[in-house]
């Protein structure tokens, strides 16, 4: 391995690109706003907190904090971990990686086409 690679980046650029499927089901779990402050609510955390803590942060009811935390469960972007009787959630650092990915070819494509679109007269 040469010197400033790290491994994680090895591995990222050997990885499957995420499928369409894949990034739409994680924009739609982004497309709420609670879901992103559920997100910046963990990263602020620097690490673990249970769904009563996240519920805490916000004016919103257990259940409907349990219900969007499930939607980003189910995307991927966040991780469970059982601590005793209760689940702990955090950040899923892979996943935000892949979409960053992803992201960096994902709009490339359409700049030529958004440009000639805008040099259009209407």
Same mark, same amino acid.
């Given at each position: ?22 990034? @739409? ?8 706003? /609670?879901? #992103?402050?559920?997100?910046? *609510?963990?990263?602020?955390? &620097? $690490? ?12 919103? @009811? ?8 499930? /939607?980003? #469960?189910?995307?991927?972007? *966040?991780?469970?971990?059982? &601590? $005793? ?24 494509? #359409? ?12």
């Amino acid at each position: 391995m040469s010197p400033g690679v790290s491994r994680a980046s090895i591995m990222r650029r050997q990885a499957a690109p995420m499928r369409d499927d894949d990034i @739409a089901n994680i924009m739609r779990a982004l497309g709420h706003p /609670v879901r #992103l402050e559920i997100l910046r *609510i963990l990263a602020s955390q &620097q $690490g673990q907190c249970c769904c009563g803590d996240v519920t805490e942060s916000l004016t919103l @009811a257990q259940s409907t904090v349990s219900q969007h935390i499930k /939607v980003l #469960l189910d995307a991927g972007l *966040i991780e469970r971990k059982a &601590q $005793g009787t209760r689940n702990r959630y955090c950040i899923s650092h892979d996943k935000l990686g892949e979409l960053n990915s992803a992201f960096g070819g994902l709009l490339e494509g #359409l700049a030529p086409l958004v440009a000639s679109k805008e040099a259009e007269p209407a």
